[in-house]
């Protein structure tokens, strides 16, 4: 989002028009627009790689932009800059940004039944599989969990190396927020596991209140354990939830 843009007071089609532009200067490709029925002043430009969602504040000559990538997570910084700098902003001035990862990206098909049936089949070298069996059905629950695991190892490396943030002169940090203690944490294992995470990022693990018994003295103890990070390494580079929340 971005103040003072001097392209905030000219017609929508404007608007739009130059950021269309903008996006083909990038080269992304724009497949189609749309705008919302309940307010004139929002758009959205529908992409091969994402959608841009764009609101324009005219009297307050403020804009403010949602990008949603698929994939190329590296692409955000320059993508903001330009969006911001084609409407008359400036990057350097009263701007705001954060960054949300959401899983189910990058092409990567979700992980289904018949997917987990197949590895199965394929790892029993042609035994029959016969689904309502305990055998069966703890085999496919550990197959289930091992494709899992290994969607979450994919997907983690490419956030963690290729969007999040990293200082030059020192590791980055991030902060994984688990479920409760003791239960797995797919996320957290994966990136204390790899060893391309493990050369660039500090990993620390942040689990939830496991009851509702005693909130308060589970909110102080997951506020110090954050204070304590922050302490060590002087700042916090990502905060990433785990599927397990």
Known sequence: ETENATLASEPIANIQSKISETI????????????????????VLILEEGYVSTRVFSEQMYIAFD???WDHFNRLEIIKDNLIASVGGNSRGKTASFN????????RQPVSQAN????????KNGESVCLGSTSAENSLQEASKSQIMREVAIVIEDIMLSMLPRPKNSPSVATIICGTKGNPCPTFDSAHESSLIADQWEVH?????????DMPSCEKSILDDLKGIVADHKRIDGLILDISM
Do not use: R
Request: hydrophobic share 45%.
């Open 116 to 123: 987990v049936l197949a590895h199965l089949a394929s790892e």
């Open 24 to 43: 083909l200067q990038l080269g992304l490709s724009e497949l189609s627009s749309a705008s919302a029925e309940t307010n004139a002043n929002t758009f």
């Open 100 to 107: 949300i990862v959401a899983g189910g990206i990058s092409g």
């Open 205 to 213: 693990p942040i689990y939830s209140c496991s009851s509702f018994d």
């Open 67 to 69: 990008v949603m990538l």
